[in-house]
Every structure is written in structure tokens, then in C-alpha cells.
């Protein structure tokens, strides 16, 4: 089918129902976006790699061989370059793994193959998914497609160009401080990251503090619930790991909570972040007025609003600091290839290497603290509404790539209301509920109760129908 054919205006949900009913096949569909993503692509920095017979192999044996119950039969998405898939070169953003090519596949990449998925390439990151944007060495910089001098912010950041530009009706992306919402904030998407525990291939549990976990990157509330389910159906994955640790609640189906948009809660209203004692956080104009813009929604639809009082929490910069450092420190390049990473990173991977084990173990017992005093803080509330980022995106080339200190605290004014999530590891969901003077979506961020996912895209849903942003597209479109 040519790009006329204007499949790819349609939406994740609407796409997965042409499946079903046979009006177009998975190789279609397949060879229409990779049509785009050969066309666009490269305007907006979305993909690390695309492997055009790869995909259409896998599209036409998901068509003959496995069944249409698949909950994303025949559905396009991408990797993440965090994600190994055998046979497919795995960068991880960086040069040091420029000829990298994986034999096996991770978790993740099978549960969507499982799934019935169709995977189109890799998705653009920085290197290691350690910064929050895309802007590395090892590949052009990943945009935001509605102002193409401005990044798409990460580290899912390619899978958000992607998303945006229509390359692409959803792809999974991972959140360790903020990850998929930052760049769904960026592109003026709808990015959840789900409770810890929540999907088993993304789950957090093994990482060190638990921050990081799988969620999907969408154009709207139902979409990212179609993603959601897929990650957690039970067929996606073999038996032993659904024995897990899991998130309090069901695990889905979600789509129906995202379609239904039902119900009354008791939402608070948060401007403080923990990062506070750390650094002056100015709050620009147009986060401030998509958050008025959210109160004012959540009034006319009936639900309790009630501001929460800030409080301190003089330590959490030191502790988080010293996690993100830890975490660079299992880089696994040593010796001659050190040479080969950007300077952000060997600062990070030389502080993390020079870590005393006593501080990170304090860092980790404080940080438990943090999240049980957030959860006991949140507790009176269904959800509670923060701004998504606390400026617009950042124009490409903004962050001080040389400097760590400087570059760290960049990050911090840039996004100072996701990291903490992760830290509790509550479930959040960023969503567009206005446009800025220059016709760009901002977004607000809602964070839910542990297992809350469900609530939170009810409300998603409700202030998405209101808003009047889903339908608009960049100008890349």
C-alpha cells in the first residue's frame, strides 16, 4: 500500500481492528510504515537501525503462523536500542558497540514477538539510555517533529520521534527516572510508566533500586493501553515468569479503563519536587498553564482537587546522584574502548567506579525511606497531577555535554517531576492538555497508587477527550 493510503493517520487501536478484520494484512501494514520511516526517518533522528526484509519475514510469518488472538497480532512497533534481538546490530547509543550483534533476544523483545508484534528496527537512544535526551555521538540527534531544532528527549527518545512523526502507531520504551515520559512530554505524546513489578520482561525488580521498567510511548490514552496489555498478557511470556513479584492490582486487560474514561476521584495537585533543596526549579509559563489547564478539566468533570503542601527532602539529590552513578559504573567497557564513550558517560562511569560501597548503601536505605514516606504522602489521593516537565524541549544542542555537574543539573531544571516516581516506583502517565503560543502539545503528568494503572488512564482518558490535542499533527506529518 503507498502512503496515500493514510493507514498511518488511523490509531493504534483502530489499525489493530483492520487486522482482525482481515482489511489489511500484517505485511501491509509493515510495508507502509517502513515506506515512512525510509522517507522520514532521518528528518527526525528516530531509528539506530531498520532492516526493511527482516520486518516484512517476520510480518508474513506472523500472518501464516500465528494466531489472530495474539493480543498485538500483526502490530508494527520497534526496539528500543537498549534491547538485544538476535541477529539485529544492539548499540546502545554508544560507539564502543558499533559492531555488536546479539545471539540471543532479551525478555522484552520475546514478549512482544510472543505478543504477535512486528518489529520494524531499533529505536533511537542515548548512550546506555543514561541522559535524558537523545543527542549522542554514535547517531544523529532524535527531534521533536513538531520543531525540528528541538530534541525529542529520552532516553526513549527515538521511539518518540517515531511515534510522533507517524513512523510508527506505538512502541515500548523504558523509564528508569523518566524515560518514556520525558519524551512523550517532548513530542507531545501520551508515555506511561507502569507500577514496579507491573510487566515481567520490564519490571525493575532486578535493576538496583528498582527504577527502571517497560512502558508504552502512544498518540493516545487507548493506544498506550493496547501497548500495555500487550506487555502483560500472560501469553507473552513462559510460565515461570508469571510467578514473579508483581504490582498490587489486575494485570489488565487495560484497554477497557482507557476506553470507558469512568469515574469521580480525588486527585491532589503537586508543584514542589524533591529536587527542590538541590537547585532552583522554575516552573516555565506553559507547564504552568497545562497544569491550570488540568485543574480546570478535573473541575468540570467532577472530580475532588486539593493542593498538597510542599515539604523538603534535603537528601534525595545525593542519594538519587549516587544511584545513577552506581548504575554507570557496570558500563561493560573497559580499558582502550573507555576512549570511545562520550564524556557524560565516562564521568558518570569514573564517579559510579569510585563510589564507596558505603555510600551506595545508604544512598539505597534512604531511598526505600523516600519511597515509603511518598506512598504514606499520596495515599489520601486516586492520582495526583504534577506538571510533565517544567520547561518546553530543549533545543538541540542545550545540555553541556562536557561538563557533568553542569549537564546534571540541566537534567534536574529540565525534569524534575518524573525521577521520583521511580524511586516510589508508583505508576504515572503523561498526557497532552494544551498547546503553547507556538501550536506545541504540553502535557501533565498523573501519578497513581501502586497497581493503580487502570485509574490512571481513566482520568487520561477524560482529560484527552477534553482537550482537544488528539487528531492535531507536527509538521512533519
Known sequence: MSDAAGLHESTALELHQLLQRG????????????????????????????????????????????????????????????QQRAGVPARFGSRAFADFVPVESDPLVQAVDRAGAVSLGKTATPEFGMPSYTEGLAFAPARDPWDLA?????????????????????????????????????????????????VPAGSGLGGLAGLGVAGPIARTV?????????????????AEHLFAVRAPGGDGPFLGAAIRGEGRYQLGVMTDSPWD??????????????????????????????AIAPVSEPGYADAFRAVWQAGASAIPVDGPGEALLEPLTRWLVE???????????????????FEQRTIRRFAPFDAVLTPALAMPPRPIGWYDAADGERNFAQQVAF?????????????????PVAFDEAGHPVGVQLIGRPGGEATLLSIAAQFERRAGVVGVRPPVW
Open 222 to 238: 487507548a493506544d498506550a493501553a493496547l501497548l500495555l496489555d500487550g506487555l502483560v498478557a500472560p501469553g507473552a511470556y513462559p
Open 277 to 306: 533543596d538541590f537547585t532552583e526549579i522554575a516552573i516555565a509559563p506553559e507547564a504552568r498553564a497545562a497544569l491550570e489547564r488540568a485543574i480546570e478539566l478535573a473541575d468540570r468533570l467532577g472530580h475532588g482537587i486539593e
Open 150 to 198: 528541538r530534541g525529542a528527549g529520552g532516553s526513549s527518545g527515538g521511539a518518540a520521534a517515531a511515534v510522533a512523526a507517524g513512523l510508527l502507531p506505538f512502541a515500548p520504551g523504558s523509564d528508569g527516572g523518566g524515560s518514556i515520559r520525558i519524551p512523550a512530554a517532548s513530542c507531545g505524546l501520551v508515555g506511561l510508566k507502569p507500577s514496579r513489578g507491573r
Open 351 to 369: 564517579r559510579g567506579r569510585a563510589l564507596p560501597a558505603r555510600t551506595l548503601v545508604e544512598a539505597l536505605a534512604w531511598l526505600a525511606e
Open 23 to 82: 482489511e489489511i494484512s500484517p505485511a501491509e501494514l509493515a510495508a507502509h510504515y517502513l515506506e515512512r520511516i525510509d522517507r522520514l526517518g532521518p528528518v527526525v533522528g528516530a531509528f539506530a537501525h531498520v532492516d526493511a526484509d527482516r520486518a516484512l519475514e517476520r510480518a508474513r510469518l506472523v500472518e501464516r503462523e500465528m494466531p489472530r488472538t495474539a493480543p498485538l497480532w500483526g502490530m508494527p512497533l520497534a526496539d528500543k536500542d537498549l
Open 415 to 431: 525534569t524534575p517531576f518524573t525521577s521520583f516516581v521511580n524511586v516510589a516506583g508508583l505508576p504515572a502517565i503523561t498526557v
